[in-house]
């Protein structure tokens, strides 16, 4: 039977339409799209020179292996302004855009990196992620990563990137809103509580002391994940090493699991973390861009999700 | 220099990246998907038996020109169901999923058919709605359109679908509250008021004396359109057949503007309707899908588009 599903907290629905009853391999990208050696490629060692100016690297044997600098084509502004009323309200989308090239390497995928270099990769998201906080016009800064054509990946060279802002994004503030009700009911974490609840059931996938990993109840993608630190913690920087390797670890298993029994599927994650002084329990969200938004998607705001998540968690599971 | 917005009412914000200033032609499909006369189209005239039993039909000359059944991978459930509680709420996805061919010809595009042909193809979006709300299980009905792949169409026969439902979708249910707060603040109806102050900006694409198309301010789609009424009818049924007639042309107006100008992009349109009872100005959008919602649109919710809506309606007005 076709179920319609609340998100644990949002008021954000989901049909889980299990009735088309596709099994997990009838996901599978139908060809991989090959990382081809393009003429030129700005991301690759040798074209240092064409990208703004650094930001920041990680160097082993005196070259880089991983690369930060401002996104050339920046979506957010350096200008600070306030201005518009009524219906017409804009502000200047002041911030800052930020690309982290994760290997030297033009043809490797995250997957493929080693996992020391991935614990690097993310010390390096987490160093990002804190220096932007600094600034105190930013209200929030948003990590995230686009693998693949579908998943709005422009260059192919492996890459994440960061948008800070001077305001916190609709989509943080519902979480913030939703948990802070949740706390008020009950005095707890909802996220906490989510893993107690979800730790015992069908949609787990992975765990070890520090960190869980599951396929959320009402996912909205097909193999929707959400990793997390069992401790509350709000923001990455305040995960111990154990915990960053742990966190590191579990992001690689579902994505290494993702690309060999999928054929490297198209992919977004990102993490959410708390606004500056608030309490939301810092989670990250592996998003396979595997299915299609239409019109009813867009027109309801319910998205339509043919792999149940229960199916989604064995899938993983299986091969981990 | 590159600027948050904020929708007219919603608490939803997009990112208008100027400063990439992309001509309104680098947006134009690079190739067309040529309509193939596939093998077995399960909508073309000869396979009435291999769809699921005919709703309704319009003839001419004997035989139908438009068709409706339900579909056959339907995203709702006839089973009502109301269940789970807490943290894991859910109900069966009760309702009706409804195709809607629009013309027998297998190759015809909606913008190619002719202006009376549209009008028939209206009435029928217009009574199947209708039908739809005499069950009284029923909360709401969203009439859409996935025209072309990246608008997550999976035939390419020229069609619509419709799915009703036994609750009323976020989305709609954020338009009634905000437009509700406006009404109580000003005492008059939102989006009157909107197509007030755009009838005479540089947003403004169409109008005639019933009907009103304008690129909204807060675009999250580059060339996004509404189309709507003048007078504030609450749902399609309600309009004259002199409306109906307007409303047809302007939807037209924008789709075959975008066809021959962007080399027939892909595109969703759906309905806002208001639901039952209530007073939400009805109003249709037009959302071509010529870019990717990538890491950051999902993590954020806010979303990035380079098409400046009064660059889109100029493009729009240019060629009408």
């Known amino acids: 039977m076709n179920e319609l599903r609340k998100d644990y907290l949002l008021d954000r629905w989901v049909i889980i339409a299990k009735d088309r009853g596709q099994r997990p391999d009838e996901f599978a990208k139908k060809h991989v799209d090959e990382k081809r050696a393009d003429s030129v490629c700005f991301f690759c060692p040798g074209s240092e020179l064409s990208t703004p100016p650094e930001i920041a690297r990680v160097e082993e044997g005196g070259r880089w292996v991983i690369r930060v600098f401002p996104n050339k084509f920046s979506a957010t502004s350096c200008e600070y302004k306030d201005y518009g009323r009524g219906m017409f309200l804009r502000k200047s989308a002041y911030g800052k855009h930020e690309v982290i090239v994760e290997t030297p390497d033009h043809v490797k995928r995250l997957g493929d990196l080693t996992d020391s270099h991935i614990k690097k990769v993310l010390d390096i998201y987490i160093n990002r992620i804190s220096e932007n906080k600094k600034d105190p016009r930013i209200k929030y800064v948003l990590l995230f990563k686009n693998e693949g054509d579908e998943a709005g990946t422009s260059l192919v060279h492996s890459h994440s990137q960061l948008i800070s802002l001077g305001i916190v994004p609709p989509a943080i503030m519902e979480e913030v809103r939703a948990a802070g009700r949740y706390k008020k009911d009950s005095g707890r974490c909802a996220y ?66 993702l690309d060999s029994s999928l054929n490297y599927p198209p992919y977004n994650f990102y993490f959410h973390i708390s606004p500056r002084g608030g309490d939301l329990h810092f989670h990250a969200v592996i998003c396979p861009r595997i299915a299609r938004w239409a019109g009813f998607e867009l027109g309801s705001g319910i998205i339509i999700n043919t792999m149940p998540p229960e199916v989604a968690a064995e899938h993983y599971r299986s091969g981990l």
Not at 204 to 223: C, L, N, T
């Open 192 to 257: 906490c509580d989510i893993w107690k609840k979800e730790s015992c059931g069908e949609r787990r996938i992975w765990e070890d002391k520090q960190v869980a990993a599951f396929a959320p109840y009402a996912s909205r993608f097909p193999f929707e994940a959400w990793v997390m630190p069992k401790r509350h913690v709000t923001t990455p920087e305040d995960m111990d090493e154990k915990e960053k390797r742990s966190f590191a670890k579990a992001l690689m298993k579902l994505i290494r699991r």
